[in-house]
C-alpha cells in the first residue's frame, strides 16, 4: 500500500513539475540579483524553475535499485545548497552551476543505500567481499575465482568494494573514484546544458562577430557561408560590380576578422 502511494505521490509531483517554465537567461539574473538583495521570493522563482532539472537528473540512477521519490529529494537539496552559494555575476546559468551539487547529494545517498541493501546478499558477493577486505585484491578475475561470481558480476562490485562510505571522491588501488564510475555513457544533464548554454553563447557571439564587418563583407558571408545553397563569386561579383577575385578577397578578409572574434569560443568548444 505504502509503495502504491508513493507511485501515486511521485506521479503527481512529475505532473506538478510539467507546468513549471524554465527561465530565459535575462530574467533569471535579474532574479538572482533580487534575491541577493535579499527578497526571497525571486530566489524561490528561480529553485523552482530548476526542479525539472533535478528530475532529469534523478533518472539516471533508477537501475541502482533506489526509489526514485528519494533520489529526487536528496537532488532537490543538492540544488538548495547550490543556490545558495550560487553568484549571478558568474556567466553561468543555476543549473549549470547546479548540476554539480545536484548529483554528488544523488551519489552519495546511492551508494550508501546500494551498499547496505544490495551488497552482500548472496554467499558468492559475501566471498568476494571478505576476500577484498583481506587481500585488496581488485582483479575481476581474481575475486571471481575466489568468489564463484563471474568475472562481469564482480567488475559490476567492484566499484562498491573499493568506495568508501565517507566520500565519493575517494579512490582505492589505483581505481578511479566511484563517484567518476557511476555516471551514465550517455551526455549528463548538466553536458547537455552545458552544451545549450555554449550554443546560446555562440549565437550572441556570431551576431556581435557580424557586426565587425562591412556591409558588403556581411553580404558576403550570408550568400557564400550562411546559405544552404552558397551563391558563386561569379554572381556575388556581378551583384557587387566587382571582379570574383574580388569578390574572393573580400570573402577571405571576412573569414579571418570572424575568426579572430570566435576565437575563444572555439577553444572553448574543444575543451567540453
Not at 259 to 271: N, V
Request: net charge positive.
Amino acid at each position: 500500500m505504502a509503495s502504491a502511494f508513493e507511485g501515486a505521490a511521485l506521479r503527481a509531483y512529475r505532473a506538478s513539475m510539467a507546468s513549471v517554465e524554465p527561465l530565459a537567461r535575462e530574467e533569471e539574473h535579474a532574479l538572482a540579483v533580487k534575491w541577493q538583495a535579499g527578497d526571497k521570493r525571486a530566489g524561490e522563482k528561480i529553485v523552482e524553475a530548476c526542479l525539472p532539472f533535478v528530475i532529469t537528473i534523478a533518472l539516471e540512477y533508477r537501475r541502482w535499485g533506489v526509489p526514485l521519490e528519494d533520489i529526487i529529494q536528496q537532488g532537490n537539496l543538492g540544488l538548495l545548497r547550490a543556490a545558495a552559494k550560487f553568484d549571478p555575476s558568474k556567466d553561468c546559468r543555476l543549473a549549470t552551476y547546479a548540476a554539480y551539487w545536484i548529483r554528488a547529494e544523488i551519489r552519495e545517498y546511492v551508494v550508501r543505500a546500494y551498499r547496505v541493501v544490495r551488497l552482500g546478499t548472496t554467499k558468492s558477493e559475501r566471498r568476494a567481499l571478505r576476500a577484498y577486505r583481506t587481500t585488496r585484491e581488485s582483479d575481476p578475475e581474481a575475486l571471481a575465482k575466489v568468489s564463484g561470481l563471474t568475472p562481469d558480476r564482480v567488475r559490476l562490485l567492484l566499484p562498491l568494494l573499493t568506495a568508501r562510505e565517507t566520500s565519493l571522491d575517494a579512490a582505492a588501488n589505483d581505481t578511479a573514484p566511484f563517484g567518476d564510475r557511476i555516471a551514465s555513457a550517455t551526455p549528463t544533464p548538466e553536458e547537455d546544458a552545458g552544451a545549450r548554454e555554449l550554443r546560446d553563447r555562440a549565437k550572441r557571439a556570431v551576431a556581435d562577430a557580424m557586426k565587425t564587418l562591412s556591409d558588403r563583407e556581411r553580404m558576403i558571408v550570408a550568400a557564400r557561408m550562411m546559405n544552404d545553397e552558397p551563391v558563386t563569386l561569379q554572381e556575388l561579383g556581378d551583384k557587387l560590380g566587382v571582379s570574383k577575385e574580388r569578390v574572393r578577397q573580400l570573402e577571405e578578409r571576412a573569414r579571418g576578422k570572424l575568426r579572430t572574434q570566435l576565437e575563444g569560443l572555439r577553444e572553448e568548444a574543444m575543451a567540453i
